[in-house]
């Protein structure tokens, strides 16, 4: 059994941007035969045709992390959503019978 | 003094009372408990970025130089709370030795006696045995314990009305650490490192923490993820067995202290500010509803809890090799 209620206990505290509607991006810089290197990068999620922000970074190291699933780091980001879609199953839940996955 | 929750059942019964009491007792938003508002807390550190969009997921609380701080002040804090809605003012919270269970056989570890029917109940979703059970067909309601806060995928935090969940051995980590992960903690010298996170090398922080260590450690991460279930997630706290966890935790600090020195910590405040809420001279994070007032890192560097035993991390740096 789970009755969520429809407050949301998030904007009593001063939690930055970051914790917005829109996914974070990271920002790995490294120096490379006398190159400065950025690679800047953004998550965008989909699924079962909706879009779902994903608070998830990588680091320098090229593992993944986010709060919602908080001792972890991944080394895909596939593992990571798949994580997440069982940990917060009432987040993503069942597809309407019939439709497909194509 | 804080003792080892197995070898004196009295702090256990008396622990499990008092989660009980908060647990009942309303917060000043009464829509959840004291206890709940515990919980609160843990989550919306979780979600305090330091500094905000770095890519380590550093927070108020985790993944940085204020994890063992900030935890030691928060298990200080419900444990003042206990002692006063108990009246006893000389409680002090049971630690679980997960290192004990983890030497145990791996088949055996999801059997140990702290998951008795009468200490921490067992597995399930939710959770159907021992004090912290949720049962839909028990005649008395007022005895399941009701999950009123949890954090969601989007990274919110909302009320919600469910029984605990745990899937004990059963996620993707199948036992518990070993001591090879708390031994190469104890081997570290520095507290912390940079670049102050996740990523540290050879800190101490970061290999209790979990991040970093010899293969297969995980340490304080990997208890999270093998109890799993509410565990592995930011609401945490939901589960009493996490404040018994990081009372363990904060034994094996208070262990390296009495051997590195107490007020060994790093960074100091002359570290940059993107370092915000983790140099010594920082305040702790507290919800805005908090009326306690601020506390800086440093306090927690000298409010050194006492416990009953360090013999069992005696015997981890004594087969430390000697460099």
């Known amino acids: 059994m789970q009755q ?8 009593e505290m001063d939690h930055g941007d970051q914790h917005g509607m829109s996914a974070p991006s990271s920002s790995r810089h490294f120096q490379h035969s006398g190159h ?18 994903l608070h998830a970074t990588i680091g320098e190291d090229g593992r993944a992390v986010t709060h919602a699933l908080p001792y972890k780091a991944y080394a895909s980001i596939v593992d990571l959503v798949r994580d997440l879609i069982d940990g917060y199953a009432s987040d993503f839940p069942d597809r309407p019978k019939g439709k497909s996955n194509a | 003094m804080r003792r080892d929750a197995i070898s004196d059942p009295q702090a256990l019964g008396d622990y499990i009372d008092g989660v009980w009491a908060l647990k ?22 979780m979600m305090a970025s330091t500094p905000p969009g770095n890519s380590a997921n550093r927070n108020a609380a985790h993944s940085g130089p204020v994890f ?26 049971p630690y679980w030795n997960w290192l004990t269970d983890g030497a145990m056989r791996q088949q055996d570890q999801p059997n140990a006696p702290i998951w008795d029917d009468d200490k921490m109940g067992g597995t399930g979703y939710p959770v159907r045995t021992g004090p ?53 903690a104890l081997s570290r010298t520095a507290y912390d490192r940079p670049g102050w996170d996740r990523n540290s090398a050879r800190s101490f922080r970061n290999e209790l923490e979990g991040w970093r260590g010899p293969p297969g ?12 279930g509410d565990m592995s997630l930011g609401h945490s706290p939901n589960d009493p067995i996490f404040f018994l966890h990081h009372c363990n935790v904060d034994r094996i600090w208070a262990f390296w202290q009495s051997r590195n020195g107490a007020n060994t910590y790093a960074p100091d405040q002359n570290a940059p500010d993107d ?7 920082d305040r ?11 506390v800086l890192i440093d306090r927690m560097l000298s409010d050194i809890p006492v416990y009953d035993s360090f013999t069992d991390l005696m015997a981890l740096e004594d087969s430390i090799p000697v460099a």
Do not use: C
């Open chain 1, 4 to 11: 969520e209620e429809s407050q949301n206990l998030l904007p």
């Open chain 2, 24 to 45: 009942r007792l309303p917060a000043s938003d009464d829509r959840y408990s004291r206890y709940d508002w515990f919980v609160l807390w843990h989550a919306s550190a």
């Open chain 2, 68 to 93: 063992l701080p900030w935890h030691r002040y928060y298990l200080s804090r419900i444990e003042a709370e206990i002692a006063a809605v108990l009246g006893k003012p000389q409680f002090r919270l």
């Open chain 2, 132 to 184: 912290f059970r949720f049962d839909l067909n028990t005649p008395d309601a007022s005895t399941n314990w009701v999950v009123r806060i949890e954090m969601r995928s989007r990274t919110s935090i909302v009320l919600t009305r469910r029984g605990l969940n745990r899937n004990i051995a059963g996620g993707d980590i199948r036992r518990l650490p070993g001591g090879t992960g708390v031994k190469s």
């Open chain 1, 36 to 53: 400065s290197v950025i690679i800047r990068t953004k998550y965008s999620l989909e699924v079962d045709g909706v879009e779902h922000p």
């Open chain 2, 275 to 281: 370092l915000a809420s983790h140099r010594l001279g």
């Open chain 2, 284 to 294: 702790l994070f507290q919800r805005n509803d908090d009326d306690a007032p601020p």
């Open chain 2, 217 to 228: 450690s995980g340490t304080h991460n990997r208890v999270h993820r093998w109890i799993s």
